[in-house]
């Protein structure tokens, strides 16, 4: 490459890793990857076609602009790859125009993907504490088809269904399940292979891999496996590369029989940009939610989770903390945790007084007031409509029942009065509120399926995700 003038190199370097921030210049523009300028072209050696393929899609427009400031020209971009014996030719990117590059108020457009850079592996399983088990997860209709499909598959070992997947919002036990079922499958196969990790972990190990050229050792750990473990594999989404590399070990396992069991945070099919091969794939088996437990299924896990801290915690500050804290089980435990706490360094009663104390601040914030908008917003999210789009005059179904749902949830947890609820949805009168409210009742009284968004099965299952999202 001409021009590798090391100063010309060096500064080229800087520049790329100010708009690249440390971390992602780190990753990718580390040793084996260099800079230089030729004539008009900014040339970048990569190691292998993998690394030209990432800096080319995400980071060239950040290339053009950093070799722009260095230089004062606009250059090209063309990559010269150490392991193809021919420079590749056609491989130019030319540089967009650069009020085009800045018309999105000065930043620089990338891909969403790589904003982060992919976290060093932290497998929550290999934290130290031991893994929780099936035995201690308390039941109650919220996640008892998922329990029972855990014990299911741990005692048919994938024979029943394969894969098992298990979604549900933040803090409700999919970890939970995954370390259960591990621990168990261990427990009756002493000698098996079990991979267990995140997706997270998977990713990084396949980057690592491919940078090392070390892509077998790579796949022989994960498809010579007897069991395979996978937590949050919605973080593979947008991950092209990855998720072929995914799909094939699925495939590779799959085809042995070997159980899978993945969890995610949504239901496969509304894992946005999660290609369609893995997504189905997923659906080939049993696919399991774990929803918000419900009061009572609430002050079961307190009680239980006192008991294994060896706490007499009485009843009434059980229902106190059930009836505030309503969105995870994480929170719910975190509750308990720090009252249990100030009991001790206080010194006093833990009784409903010293509970009202020490979690004010938590249940305050946890009630937050919903507003109007809030709604609207949590609707227009889920629904992938705009605001006006959900409040037009149009009656097709895709519109007036994601807008009926507002309504319902409007008067539900905002405390405004019909009125208010009918102007802001459009400017309807307090009438066509009573009525969708009455309508979504009935849905929710006859179990009503709704095909109207994948992943949901039931109006009660999109109301459910609606009230997640709005924290209620
Ligand atoms: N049904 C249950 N019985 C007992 N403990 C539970 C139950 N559900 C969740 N927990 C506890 O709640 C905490 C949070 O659960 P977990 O980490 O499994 O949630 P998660 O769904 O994986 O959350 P995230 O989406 O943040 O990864 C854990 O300590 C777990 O043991």
Redesign the pocket.
């Known amino acids: 490459m001409v021009g590798h003038h090391g100063d010309v190199e060096s500064t080229l370097r800087t520049a790329v890793a100010e708009r690249l921030g440390e971390g992602r210049f780190g990753l990718w523009f580390g040793e084996g990857v260099r800079l230089g300028v030729a004539d008009d072209a900014l040339e970048v050696g990569v190691p292998n076609a993998f690394f030209r393929e990432w800096i080319q899609g995400h980071f060239a427009t950040n290339l053009i602009e950093a070799a722009e400031a260095v230089t004062g020209r606009t250059l090209r971009l063309t990559f010269q790859v150490a392991d193809e014996a021919e420079p590749r030719v056609g491989n130019l990117i030319e540089p967009k125009p650069a009020d085009e590059r800045r018309k999105h108020g000065g930043t620089v457009p990338i891909a969403p993907e790589p904003q982060t850079p992919p976290q060093r592996d932290r497998p929550?399983n290999q934290q130290a504490r031991p893994p929780?088990r099936l035995e201690?997860?308390?039941?109650?209709p919220c996640?008892r088809l998922a329990?029972a499909a855990a014990v299911e598959m741990v005692q048919t070992a994938g024979a029943s269904f394969n894969p098992l997947v298990i979604h549900?919002?933040?803090?409700?036990?999919?970890?939970?399940?995954?370390?259960g079922i591990g621990h168990a499958l261990r427990a009756r196969n002493p000698g098996m292979k079990l991979v267990q990790g995140t997706a997270e972990a998977f990713t990084n190990g396949f980057l690592d891999a491919m940078r090392a050229g070390n892509l077998g050792a790579f796949r022989s750990r994960y498809r010579r496996a007897d069991a395979l473990i996978i937590?949050?594999v919605h973080f593979l989404a947008a991950k092209r590369a990855t998720q072929d590399e995914f799909l094939h070990t699925f495939n590779a396992l799959i085809a042995e029989g070997v159980p899978i069991i993945v969890?995610a945070?949504q239901h496969p099919r509304r894992i946005a940009r999660l290609t369609d091969e893995l997504a189905t794939r997923f659906l080939g088996g049993m696919v399991v939610k774990?929803d918000a437990?419900a009061p009572d299924?609430r002050a079961a896990?307190l009680k239980?989770?006192a008991l294994a801290r060896g706490v007499d915690v009485p009843n009434t500050v059980i229902n106190y903390i059930a009836e505030h804290l309503r969105a995870?089980?994480?929170e719910?435990?975190g509750a308990l945790h720090s009252l249990i706490a100030h009991a001790v360094l206080t010194g006093k009663r833990l009784d409903l007084a010293l509970a009202k104390t020490a979690l004010r601040d938590t249940i305050r914030h946890t009630a937050a007031a919903v507003g109007l908008r809030d709604v609207e917003r949590a609707v227009c999210q889920l629904f992938e409509l705009d605001a006006e789009t959900l409040k037009s005059d149009s009656r097709v179904r895709a519109l007036s029942y994601p807008r009926m749902m507002a309504m319902y949830l409007a008067r539900k947890h905002t405390g405004a009065a019909y009125s208010e609820i009918g102007r802001h949805f459009g400017g309807r009168n307090h009438s066509t509120v009573i009525s969708a409210e009455k309508k979504v009742l009935g849905w929710l009284r006859d179990e009503e399926r709704s095909a109207l968004l994948a992943g949901f099965e039931t109006v009660s299952d999109i109301l459910a995700a609606l009230e997640r999202t709005l924290g209620t």
């Open positions: 929550r929780r201690d997860f308390v039941t109650g996640n329990q549900a919002g933040v803090g409700l036990g999919k970890t939970h399940l995954l370390e937590d949050d969890a945070d774990l437990p299924t896990i239980a989770k995870s089980v994480r719910l435990e």
